[in-house]
């Protein structure tokens, strides 16, 4: 399994920019799949953004043109840039990733809050 440190989050306005970041303890040329899901209180843990090994990138439709998600081949990590920021992002923020041919792992999750 590959480790998984998440960094950033926080408290924001609507409208607000953060960014969030989580650095894998393998090379990131040996996972499948990373990237961000976050959980909301009473709702399903959902997807975010995601690289996929294979090549592309997915984004949930309600983050689309306002979160971007970008990594570092030399420091194998991922960064979740969130930009316009609404109240409806409010969640627990986690990072995944899934090495190739192993069982995937989240990170610690890190909260981020979205209110005026």
């Known amino acids: 399994q590959v480790q998984l440190v998440e960094s950033g989050g926080g408290s924001v306005q609507p409208g607000g920019s953060l960014r969030l970041s989580c650095a894998a303890s393998v090379s990131i040329f040996r996972i499948n799949r990373m990237g961000w899901y976050r959980q909301a209180p009473g709702k399903e843990r959902e997807l975010v953004a995601t690289f996929m090994r294979a090549g592309g990138i997915e984004y949930a439709d309600s983050v689309k043109g306002r979160f971007t998600i970008s990594r570092d081949n030399v420091k194998n990590t991922v960064v979740l840039q969130m930009n316009s920021l609404k109240p409806d992002d409010t969640a627990v923020y986690y990072c995944?990733?899934?090495?190739?041919?192993?069982?995937?792992?989240w990170g610690q999750g890190t909260q981020v809050t979205v209110s005026s």
């Open positions: 995944y990733g899934q090495p190739l041919g192993a069982l995937g792992s």
